[in-house]
């Protein structure tokens, strides 16, 4: 039952063959100083014994539920599996290799409840030179924050605290490889607004087995964020204005003319030739927009 003094929230863990992280992960949430939780640990089919070690935790905690999917979903087909078993007001995801601080959903909950209008809240971001986290952004500050100050769709779920009826009303992650956070913080904050939350809430592992390692040897993937940007900010529902919005797609294709070229010289022109496909622009136009940077 609901604590009416404490929101419940809905922890996730999905997990895949991670069986020597998921106890580090799991002690984390079960050391929170805020309780009114419950830990879904969704299994993707793993071949290790991470189903094992999942139920062993189930059955020593009634906060805690271990779920096995009958077939593999895939990263965000999972994530979306475990918010759909979620009964919580918000949804906060650890991944099974990473941790929270004992005082991580305290920080979240309490930041969110101040702001019962957002639809969700970004943590791990810089010190904001103007005023002390938490605060609240607007769809078009959130924009006009990540296009023309400093990144902040960029965060991983980690980072995040979702309201669920407002991940509920996106429809969940599009399950675009690489880019599903990117897309969502984009998606949520055309809908509505973002509380900025402090750091020291949560500690992200990083180790060779993790799929953001390919950003390292495939030059395009990067090049999709950028791709990515483009399609959002063409979108009827971005909250910028028509100056603003212009102003971010030329540095959108800025940015996207600039990485095309240092590809071609730097790496492979048979993959320049691939992302100048796929962004476009001929080479003329390339070479205009380099040269003529935006404001």
Request: hydrophobic fraction near 35%.
């Amino acid at each position: 039952m609901e604590n009416t003094q404490q929101p419940l929230v809905s922890v996730l863990m999905t997990t895949y063959n991670r069986e020597k992280f998921i106890p580090f992960a799991v002690e984390s949430v079960l050391a929170s100083t805020y309780t009114n939780f419950e830990l879904l640990i969704v299994d993707d089919q793993s071949k290790d014994r991470s189903v094992e070690v999942a139920e062993s935790y189930a059955a020593k905690d009634s906060r805690v539920k271990s779920i096995r999917n009958e077939k593999n979903l895939g990263d965000y087909g999972n994530r979306n599996k475990a918010a759909s078993l979620a009964t919580g007001k918000y949804l906060k995801y650890v991944d099974c290799d990473d941790l929270i601080y004992p005082t991580g959903l305290q920080v979240l909950v309490d930041g969110m409840e101040r702001f019962p209008e957002a639809g969700y809240g970004l943590s791990s971001l810089p010190q904001d030179k103007n005023q002390m986290y938490p605060f609240i952004l607007s769809p078009e500050e959130a924009y006009k924050r990540h296009y023309f100050q400093q990144q902040l769709f960029h965060k991983a779920p980690l980072s995040a605290i979702i309201r669920k009826d407002a991940f509920d009303e996106a429809g969940g992650f599009t399950g675009r490889r690489y880019l599903g956070d990117f897309e969502m913080w984009h998606i949520l904050s055309a809908r509505y607004p973002v509380v900025l939350l402090p750091q020291g809430v949560v500690w992200y592992r990083e180790h060779e087995e993790q799929e953001m390692q390919n950003n390292r040897t495939d030059f395009t993937i990067p090049f999709k964020y950028l791709l990515c940007s483009e399609e959002y900010l063409s979108k009827p529902e971005c909250p910028l204005s028509k100056a603003d919005q212009k102003r971010a797609l030329d540095k959108v294709k800025w940015n996207q003319a600039r990485y095309i070229l240092g590809v071609g010289k730097n790496n492979s022109l048979k993959t320049m030739r691939q992302l100048q496909k796929e962004s476009g622009m001929s080479y003329s136009e390339m070479m205009s927009r380099v040269l003529h940077k935006p404001a």
